[in-house]
């Protein structure tokens, strides 16, 4: 059964910051993994999605990474600002079917 | 397009009742997928559907709940009778099944069982 972790659970950071969000998984075997923003009291967002066969995917000042036989993956936010306070979560997709095993989340807080 | 629909945002009911959470997909979507979200646990798939048949109900709790799709526009999720445990926040979600399968997300029904 997949399992998803992400450390750490909460992080705070001065605005301007580069930070490094980390999600590890316990089955290799995966069809694509999505990082998705939550804001308080609202749905998710997905923000990049990586395909197993790819090793990165960038959207403005975010990029993932992704290490397929390692089982992890990485969200780094350059130059952090306040609007990027949310919860994020990874989420892995396993060849086997359609659903999506979710980690626990970070929670980010970004200080001004 | 207007997105995931969830109706309603928010519920407060009395343990026993019968609730009903309901979900219209982004227009085109054949995939649907029911999420709950507690802190203790964080974000649980419940049930999921492809092209209006449900394919994996192993994440469903009890036979308290049930999860309906009668057409491509439209779902429920069903909760009778409702107990305080099974107050949390739960989503609904859409996607293509072919390409990158990226799920949308609905807004969520904040459900609160007193």
């Known amino acids: 059964k997949q399992e998803v972790t992400q450390i750490p659970a909460a992080l705070s950071v001065p605005e301007g910051e580069n930070l490094v969000l980390n999600c590890s998984f316990t089955?290799?075997?995966?069809?694509?993994l999505q990082w998705f923003r939550q804001d308080p009291g609202k749905g998710l967002t997905s923000l990049l999605l990586?395909?197993?066969?790819?090793r990165e995917q960038t959207s403005g000042r975010l990029n993932a990474s992704l290490d397929k036989s390692s089982g992890r993956s990485t969200l780094y936010i350059a130059a952090s600002q306040p609007g990027d306070s949310a919860t994020y979560l990874c989420a892995v997709k396993n060849n086997a079917g359609n659903m999506l095993t979710f980690g626990g989340g970070t929670r980010l807080m970004v200080k001004p | 397009d207007a997105g995931v629909i969830q109706s309603p945002r928010h519920e407060v009911t009395e343990m026993g009742q019968e609730v009903t959470l309901r979900c219209k997909p982004i227009?085109?979507?054949?995939?649907l997928f029911w999420y709950r979200q507690t802190m203790m646990r964080g974000l649980e798939l419940l049930i999921y559907?492809?092209?209006?048949?449900?394919?994996?109900d192993s994440g469903m709790p009890e036979d308290r709940f049930s999860a309906k799709m009668p057409n491509a526009s439209f779902s429920t999720l069903k909760i009778q009778p409702s107990e305080p445990r099974d107050s949390a926040v739960y989503f609904c979600?859409?996607?293509?099944?072919?390409?990158?399968?990226?799920?949308?997300f609905g807004p969520g029904t904040r459900l609160t069982v007193l």
């Open positions: 089955d290799s075997a995966i069809y694509n």
């Open positions: 979600a859409s996607s293509l099944l072919s390409g990158s399968n990226t799920q949308y």
């Open positions: 990586i395909q197993s066969s790819q």
């Open positions: 559907f492809n092209n209006n048949v449900p394919i994996d």
């Open positions: 227009s085109g979507h054949n995939s």
